[in-house]
């Protein structure tokens, strides 16, 4: 069984920074490209950032340059370092493969407020 389990979210002004975590308990980091998706209130889920399949690092538009995906192979992790955080980056984070599996973690909550 593959578990995803994303850690990291929080309140924060906008222009701050948070780092969102993501743990699997499964093998699926061995075998496919990982990813960051977001859904907000009342939009549908949207990839945020990703690897490709030698490794490198995509990003929406949106996002580029403030954000920064990481990972860790060894141990079955990913990471998302999100800075100058904005209002619209408010939504809910999850990790998944790219193309997604049809079974979501629970996510972690980003609100960008003052």
């Known amino acids: 069984q593959v578990q995803l389990v994303e850690s990291g979210g929080g309140l924060v002004q906008p222009g701050g920074s948070l780092r969102l975590s993501c743990a699997n308990s499964?093998?699926?980091?061995?075998?496919?490209?990982m990813g960051w998706y977001r859904q907000a209130p009342g939009k549908q889920r949207e990839w945020v950032a990703r690897?490709?399949?030698?490794?490198?690092?995509l990003y929406t538009d949106s996002v580029r340059g403030r954000f920064t995906i990481s990972r860790d192979n060894a141990n079955n992790m990913i990471y998302l370092q999100m800075n100058s955080l904005k209002p619209e980056d408010t939504a809910r984070y999850y990790c998944?493969?790219?193309?997604?599996?049809?079974?979501w973690g629970q996510g972690t909550q980003v609100t960008v407020s003052s």
């Open positions: 998944n493969t790219n193309p997604p599996t049809g079974t």
């Open positions: 499964g093998s699926v980091f061995r075998i496919y490209p």
């Open positions: 690897f490709n399949n030698v490794g490198n690092m």
